[in-house]
């Protein structure tokens, strides 16, 4: 059977970096993007199942309702609750969160060991748990300050009761960021301020610390607020598309069994004018 595929995942970049990965090393596949409502997603988890695809990946909002029509969630996965890989492993779909493995990887390439250095994440939604959950074993401090202070509070109790340890938990004011600035060596922005149709601000003004590593997960050919702020202070940063294009790194290593040609990935990324 053979179909045309309209009105795809707008702005999705994972199709340009996977593709460039399975053309650079001559393999027969092809990674191609679906829009899916979220009252049929079942019903399109069961026809790529029928096909026998290798795997493919979610996006929001479908990250964590996919779990229903899975048959296995990897520990990782379990523990945040959110699945944006899924494998084909001898016909049964297993799924993964390649999110924390990308947010890792970002850090590292970036020459931050996340156990060397304390972190504040701005956030605690989807994003903000997995980063949570990536960095908990290792960090030797973690603070998650939210608009919505409840919402911390559950992001505390659940990585309590998965790992046994702490975070610290505050609201996201002004005064309490500025506060935290002063201990902490990465800021992390997990919310979704920053993305297109969002008119949000992180509430900081004036110079950030200068020794401060600014992680944005947030991506735009344009620099985000908080990336233009980062740059006048004169502090280091790290792109969000660092963390897309380690986390389609994982995801490819996955299904093929093959090490991700990840310069090709980021070199595709530049052609669409992602890359600085
Ligand atoms: P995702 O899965 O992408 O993390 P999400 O679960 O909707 O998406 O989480 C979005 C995060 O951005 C939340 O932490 C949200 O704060 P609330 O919990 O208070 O909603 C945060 N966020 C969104 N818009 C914001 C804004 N204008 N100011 C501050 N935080 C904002």
């Known amino acids: 059977m053979y179909g045309i595929v309209g009105d795809p995942v707008e702005h ?15 393999m027969d596949c092809v990674y191609i993007p679906f829009r899916v409502a979220s009252s049929v997603l079942g019903v399109a988890v069961k026809g790529l199942r029928s096909q026998g695809v290798l795997g493919f990946n979610v996006t929001v909002p479908h990250k964590t309702k996919i779990i229903q029509y899975l048959d296995k969630l990897e520990s990782h996965a379990r523990n945040v609750g959110a699945v944006n890989t899924v494998k084909t492993v001898e016909n049964k779909l297993v799924g993964y969160n390649t999110d924390s493995i990308g947010v890792v990887e970002a850090l590292k390439t970036n020459g931050i060991l996340p156990s060397d250095n304390t972190f504040t994440i701005l956030g605690a939604g989807g994003a ?17 300050l939210n608009r919505t202070l409840e919402r911390a509070h559950g992001l505390r109790r659940d990585i309590r009761r998965r790992s046994g340890r702490e975070i610290k938990i505050g609201s996201l004011t002004r005064r309490n960021l500025e506060r935290e600035l002063h201990t902490t060596d990465v800021l992390i922005n997990a919310t979704s301020v920053g993305m297109k149709g969002n008119p949000g601000n992180i509430p900081i003004e004036g110079d950030l610390p200068q020794d ?26 790290i792109r969000g598309t660092e963390m897309l294009l380690y986390q389609a790194a994982a995801a490819f290593t996955l299904w093929t069994g093959t090490k991700a040609p990840v310069d090709t990935m980021r070199h595709s990324l530049a052609t669409f004018g992602f890359n600085r």
Request: aromatic content about 6%; some cysteine; proline content about 3%.
């Open 12 to 26: 999705s970049l994972s199709p340009v970096m996977q593709n460039s990965a399975f053309e650079k090393l001559g």
């Open 128 to 144: 903000a748990k997995a980063i949570t959950h990536a960095l908990i074993e290792s960090a030797p401090r973690i603070s998650v």
């Open 212 to 237: 401060l590593v600014v992680f944005d997960i947030v991506y735009d050919r344009c620099d985000t607020e908080l990336v233009k702020q980062a740059k006048r202070s004169g502090c280091r940063i």
